[in-house]
């Protein structure tokens, strides 16, 4: 069991950077993947990035891919994702997500627990 709390969403100018941050509690964040997603106005969730137990692997959606970095910090129980270049297409609600499996994936099935959302808005 762990709890997900999604924080530093806010509004940016188009080519601009935020970090958004998710902190974790409950079981050990060690055991578990952890996602990024976000979901657009009248749109579904969308994959973004992903990251293994030891903060080793990564995997990333082609349309944020060389843009945003993904990263955790297991001593502080805290999920990262670095926005770099942000495009007014990347307003969105993001989402920090966690499965008990270390296996990549895209699915949102696969995550059994998720944050309740930071706002990041992209003005042009």
């Known amino acids: 069991q762990v709890r997900l709390a999604e924080s530093g969403g806010g509004v940016v100018q188009a080519g601009g950077s935020l970090r958004v941050s998710c902190a974790a509690s409950g079981r050990a964040f060690t055991t578990y993947g952890m996602g990024w997603f976000r979901q657009g106005p009248g749109k579904e969730r969308e994959f973004l990035a992903w990251?293994?137990?030891?903060?080793?692997?990564?995997l990333y959606a082609e349309p944020v891919k060389g843009r945003f970095t993904i990263s955790r910090d297991n001593a502080k129980n805290t999920l990262y994702l670095q926005m770099n270049s942000l495009k007014p297409e990347d307003t969105a609600v993001y989402y920090c997500a966690a499965s008990s499996s270390d296996r990549p994936s895209v699915r949102l099935g696969v995550y059994g627990y998720w944050g309740q959302g930071t706002q990041v808005t992209v003005s042009s």
């Open positions: 990251i293994n137990w030891a903060g080793t692997s990564t």
